[in-house]
């Protein structure tokens, strides 16, 4: 057995309790397509933090560990509240790692799949979150090129008012856009696709845009509970993202205001000179689209009547808002 494989092994189990790189590995978090992340201790610093391994063939690809470099000190610079702080990143054994801050509660993916489309208050604070921390790696020149619900971790807030704090993770870390371009060789795991922008897709140059595309699918399906384009084999979805028009969200969401359709159209432009020019400007549409909620006359399920101050029930406390779950 290479060392490689003991660092980097199907069987997690096996490295609890070892040491790497200054870190003694606790417990495995989870998984993704090329790599695994360990809550771990940092035994110079003695404090907790996530380490990530990816996959050692990803380090014997040139165009990634080039990217892997460039794109961790990039990240690292950013000093920014809904960014995952970098502590480090290196190699070791063949095996490329990354430390950073151990968010704890859950990521999207998880927290969607638990709980189904979150309201829309709820949806919009944790949209705009995120969309300041994609704005904020633009303006240093970041393209995070990889934007889905996996990337965003949700951890408990400061307070009432501030109920979630969301971080957004992985930068350049896509493996997708190495294959989307030829890179990968065939059977490799390539990712989700659900978030893919049509310029990705057709490796035309991609900037800040994309990552508006890919944000507005995320923010979708927030809202929907599923993606904007569902079909049933990649080729399919390739195709959608690059032709096809996004289903209005009122049609899977008809509680929300229809002023967000085109709202979502625009932020889903194949062309990226049609779309959003920032992130935040994105949110701060659909925030005008849904202000005052609700469908127009006669869409819709509920009927929300306005009742007096003094005889309306007192609103459920924010924490009753399905948003926040600790891992398991
Ligand atoms: N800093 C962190 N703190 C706590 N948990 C984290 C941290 N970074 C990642 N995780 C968790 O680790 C798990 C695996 O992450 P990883 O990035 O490897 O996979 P992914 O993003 O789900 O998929 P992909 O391989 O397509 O990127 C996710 O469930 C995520 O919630
Ligand atoms: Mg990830």
Request: glycine residues 8%; contains cysteine.
């Amino acid at each position: 057995m290479s060392r490689e494989t003991s660092l980097f092994s199907g069987r997690p189990s096996e490295l609890i309790g070892q040491q790497i790189a200054g870190y003694r590995i606790e417990q495995e978090i989870g998984r993704g397509g090329m790599a695994v992340v360990y809550r771990a201790r940092d035994l110079r610093l003695e404090r907790t933090v996530a380490l990530k391994l990816l996959a050692p063939e990803l380090a014997r690809n040139d165009t990634f560990r080039r990217r892997f470099t460039h794109e961790s000190r990039a990240a690292a610079a950013i000093d920014h509240p809904h960014i995952v702080p970098i502590f480090e990143a290196g190699e070791t054994d063949g095996v490329l790692y990354i430390a950073m801050r151990f968010v704890a509660g859950s990521d999207l993916r998880h927290l969607l799949d638990r709980e189904g489309p979150l309201p829309s208050a709820t949806a919009l604070r944790v949209a705009a979150q995120v969309a300041s921390a994609l704005d904020a790696a633009h303006e240093h020149g970041l393209v995070h090129r990889d934007v889905k619900p996996g990337n965003i971790l949700v951890s408990r807030g400061t307070d009432s008012d501030h109920p979630e704090h969301v971080y957004l993770t992985d930068f350049g870390l896509t493996k997708k856009s190495l294959s989307l371009t030829g890179f990968t060789t065939v059977g490799q795991f390539v990712g989700t696709l659900d978030y893919v922008a049509p310029e990705q897709i057709s490796g035309r140059p991609v900037d800040a845009r994309c990552d508006v595309y890919g944000f507005a699918c995320v923010v979708y399906e927030v809202l929907a509970g599923h993606p904007p384009f569902r079909r049933d084999d990649d080729m399919a979805l390739l195709w959608a993202h690059q032709y096809d028009d996004p289903p209005p969200l009122t049609e899977s969401r008809p509680d929300v205001a229809p002023q967000a359709d085109p709202v979502f159209a625009k932020a889903l432009a194949k062309s990226p000179d049609d779309r959003y020019p920032s992130c935040l400007d994105f949110v701060a549409a659909l925030r005008a689209a849904t202000k005052g909620g609700g469908p127009a006359p006669g869409r819709g399920a509920t009927r929300v009547t306005r009742q007096p101050p003094e005889r309306r029930p007192k609103p459920p406390p924010r924490w009753a808002e399905p948003v926040f779950v600790e891992r398991e």
